[in-house]
């Protein structure tokens, strides 16, 4: 039996990736990177700074950084302009579970009319990274 197509938010996942797949990337990417800015624009205290830090960078900020919140919020503004996807997808998956920023909600759309009724009403985010398990679930469905 031939192994069916898949598809997620109404996009074909392949391997390798499909330049579809790529743009829907880049587009995501792009809202989440402008609320994720602008939320780092809005910090306030250092606690605040270090509290973000630990999803947006691979560090937290120590001493000798720890009174420059102007440092801490370009450093990590640099660090998500710079995020490849794999990284970028972990970002907005904690960031929308500690609810900071707002998700992208899938919905039927005149250039995506074909999406699964499963996609419907659920948070969005960056698409060919999912695991075994996803990967055998939505095989099971479009079988």
């Not at 938010?9 to 391997?15: D, M, N, Q």
């Not at 990337?25 to 939320?39: F, S």
């Not at 009319?113 to 985010?125: F, Q, T």
């Not at 075994?132 to 469905?141: A, K, P, S, T």
Request: with cysteine; proline share 5%; hydrophobic share 35%.
């Amino acid at each position: 039996m031939a192994i069916p197509k898949i598809y997620k938010y109404g996009i074909e996942i392949t391997k390798p990736w499909s330049s579809e797949m790529y743009d829907f990337n880049e587009n995501l990417k792009a809202y989440y990177k402008d609320q994720i800015i602008d939320m780092i624009n809005s910090i306030k205290t250092t606690e605040d700074c270090n509290f973000i830090a630990e999803t947006v960078n691979p560090y937290k900020y120590g001493i000798g950084t720890s009174d420059d919140i102007e440092y801490m919020k370009s450093d990590m503004r640099t660090n998500v302009e710079n995020a490849e996807s794999h990284w970028m997808l972990e970002i907005i998956e904690e960031l929308l579970i500690l609810q900071r920023i707002s998700p992208m909600i899938c919905e039927a759309t005149p250039e995506m009319p074909a999406i699964s009724l499963h996609d419907l009403g659920v948070p969005m985010n960056l698409i060919g990274f999912e695991t075994r398990d996803e990967i055998l679930m939505l095989r099971e469905r479009y079988s």
